[in-house]
């Protein structure tokens, strides 16, 4: 018992680790009890955050405060505009034509399938392959079913849909334009002393800032190359399965080995064992090899040093808290962690280096 008694008073006995340890529970208090009430304002917190960024470039290339504030919201809902109006029609069109060609798709599959074990007879036989097939028209029937579900409720999704259109970019620009005076209220609730919470949050904000900007950077280049490749291959779906391509990389390792599956099926689908699925497959693996082996390294080359294991176990553990959201924000929360854990030690250290210091006795006179 005295063990652990020692241990706490060891570790929890400093304020400053206190006033960290409150600012964490509060904060993971406000986004599990509280995310979906304030879907709207997070996004619009995450959003204003990463044109700050840009509103920081155009500071330090001397444009005025509030003209580089315009300037970056105009192009946002430049950009807001394009994705709404132009961008998801497409995708919803094509991801329409997906479903309507899928049962073609399986037919086609399952008969090929059943032709295995006439080519491989010694490998596979064909009660197993009727097994794959059910468990697959299972899943597909699942699948089905979610889809009808979401269907249902697409009046409502509809609605929450036209909340975001409008709420968050009103949000968004008052961040933006207001953030001193934000900061400045929320400080009034927080202690003044507060040296260990600010430390973490400037390595936390230099790194997870790096980190999404240029993660969006990524997500656009290999979108777009992506989608020049299929295109040019003049693979269907191309929109759509880029759209994915791109979006796949915001769960590391994980996303591109998942996305493998469908560009190989849909090639395949289309023009079958031949040259053609070979020059698809192969570019899409060559994508990927130059995302993860040139464009990563350029883009986060001082950013994020946290272990390949470490961001698995960490996509795990977040995608198992948080669903989706926990996957996709899982190496920021790594990040987080991370810095959470070198402040703690650094600070324990330094208070047991103070302990330890011999006190000077008073000179008699």
Known sequence: MNVITNWFQRHLSDPQIVILAVLLITGSFVVIFLGDMLAPVIASIVIAYLLQGVVNVLERWKVPHLVAILSVFLGFMVLLLFLVIGLLPL????LRQLFEQLPAMISWGQKELLRLPEK???????QRIMAIADMLRSELTGLGQRILSLSIASVRAFIWVMVYIFLVPFLVFFFLKDKDRLFSWISR???QDRSLANQVWREVD?????YVRGKMLEILIVWTASYITFAFLDLQFSILISFFVGISVLIPY???TVTTLPVAAIAYFQWGMGSEFAYAVGAYLIIQLLDGNILVPLLFSEVVNVHPVAIIVAVLVF???F???GVVFAIPLATLVQ?????WFARNRANESTAKEPRELPVSS
Do not use: R
């Open 91 to 94: 995708l919803w069109d094509q």
């Open 120 to 126: 491989y007879p010694d490998f596979i036989s064909e």
């Open 323 to 325: 669903g989706f959201w």
């Open 339 to 343: 810095a959470l854990i070198k402040a």
């Open 319 to 321: 995608g198992g808290m």
């Open 254 to 256: 994980i996303g591109a």
């Open 189 to 191: 609730f927080l202690p």
């Open 206 to 210: 230099h790194q997870i800032g790096n």
